[in-house]
């Protein structure tokens, strides 16, 4: 019944936009931290960037003044916006959504994201 399902992701060229988004079903969207992890091929799932039920963020260093996370509640969405995108930024976009009271945690099927001239 739980369901995370990314889309947007694509062909970027380097220092070119792009932005994702996450629609999620069978939870109480608003009782969830969300987030986005990435993973390269060959490479371990990294953070992204989390979100809160009140909107307070983090992002990783290395997409910090780059990428925003942000969330409407009302939709049941997670949204991310990547600019000044780099090849360093292509990998699988997963959405996550964690329940940090009841120990649940949900992912996406993953989004492609490539950045490439």
């Known amino acids: 019944q739980v369901q995370l399902v990314e889309s947007g992701g694509g062909l970027v060229q380097p220092g070119g936009s792009l932005g994702l988004s996450c629609a999620a079903s069978?939870?109480?969207?608003?009782?969830?931290?969300m987030a986005w992890y990435r993973q390269a091929p060959g490479k371990q799932r990294e953070l992204v960037a989390r979100?809160?039920?009140?909107?307070?963020?983090m992002y990783d260093d290395s997409v910090k003044g780059r990428f925003t996370i942000s969330r409407d509640n009302a939709k049941k969405t997670v949204d991310l916006k990547m600019t000044n995108m780099q090849p360093d930024d292509t990998a699988v976009y997963y959405c996550?959504?964690?329940?940090?009271?009841?120990?649940?945690?949900?992912w996406g099927q993953g989004t492609q994201v490539t950045v490439s001239s």
């Open positions: 069978g939870i109480i969207f608003s009782g969830y931290v």
């Open positions: 979100i809160t039920s009140d909107a307070s963020t």
């Open positions: 996550n959504a964690v329940f940090r009271l009841g120990g649940r945690f949900y």
